[in-house]
């Protein structure tokens, strides 16, 4: 089972930072694809960032220019770094996975974190 945990969310005013972490574990010595979405209160889940299969990275539009996505090495934390916030960044920011690489083995499944608040005011 792949756990998702992420951190670094909170309430910031307009025009400010943050930066999320999503760490992943369950398996080891895989690698795993990870992407981040949200969900604001009425609306449903939206895709934020990400990786494609070809490791190239994807933005929403919305998010362009002021989200920045990352990750470490050996590709089990994924890190979102959001500037200029804007009060309609307030979501619950999740982190999903879709597949793990584990040597040669490809695994495709889908799991979600428990999310993390982001809150910005104007």
């Known amino acids: 089972q792949v756990r998702l945990v992420e951190s670094g969310g909170g309430s910031v005013q307009a025009g400010g930072s943050l930066r999320l972490s999503c760490a992943a574990s369950g398996y080891t010595n895989c690698r795993y694809d990870m992407s981040w979405f949200r969900q604001a209160p009425g609306k449903e889940r939206e895709f934020v960032s990400g990786?494609?299969?070809?490791?190239?990275?994807k933005y929403a539009d919305s998010v362009k220019g002021r989200f920045t996505i990352s990750q470490d090495n050996a590709e089990t934390t994924v890190y979102l770094q959001m500037n200029n916030l804007k009060p309609e960044d307030t979501a619950m920011y999740y982190c999903g996975s879709d597949r793990r690489r584990c040597g040669h083995t490809r695994v495709e499944a889908q799991y979600w974190g428990q999310g993390t608040q982001v809150t910005v005011s104007s």
């Open positions: 990786f494609d299969r070809d490791g190239r990275v």
